[in-house]
């Protein structure tokens, strides 16, 4: 399943970026909202909210020093 952003203008459909595949597929489409600003660059990438910002977990999660150690239960499987 593949998801592909189009602006539809009443008539037609302009894609936003390539189709990935090739071949007959059935599609359906949905139309989540208007575009509020019709004079925006359509183009331009979507703004990620605040709380998938990259470093929101700095100093939050940390990992073991011996994370890749390997495991003693593992021990067998792995000679």
Same mark, same amino acid.
């Given at each position: 399943?593949?998801? @592909?952003?189009?602006? =539809?203008?009443?008539?037609? %459909? !302009? &894609?936003?970026? #390539? @189709? #990935?595949?090739? +071949?007959? =597929? *059935?599609? %359906?489409?949905? %139309?989540? !909202? $208007?575009?509020?600003? !019709?004079?925006? *660059?359509?183009?331009? #990438? &979507?703004?990620? $909210?605040?709380?998938?910002? &990259? +470093? ?10 011996? %994370?890749?150690? #390997?495991?003693?239960?593992?021990? *067998?499987?792995? !000679?």
């Amino acid at each position: 399943m593949y998801t @592909i952003r189009a602006i =539809y203008d009443g008539n037609n %459909f !302009e &894609l936003l970026q #390539p @189709i #990935p595949v090739k +071949g007959n =597929y *059935e599609v %359906f489409i949905t %139309f989540v !909202e $208007p575009i509020k600003n !019709e004079t925006a *660059e359509i183009n331009q #990438p &979507l703004k990620l $909210p605040r709380s998938t910002a &990259l +470093g929101i977990w700095k100093d939050k999660v940390w990992i073991s020093d011996d %994370f890749n150690a #390997p495991l003693e239960d593992m021990k *067998e499987y792995m !000679e």
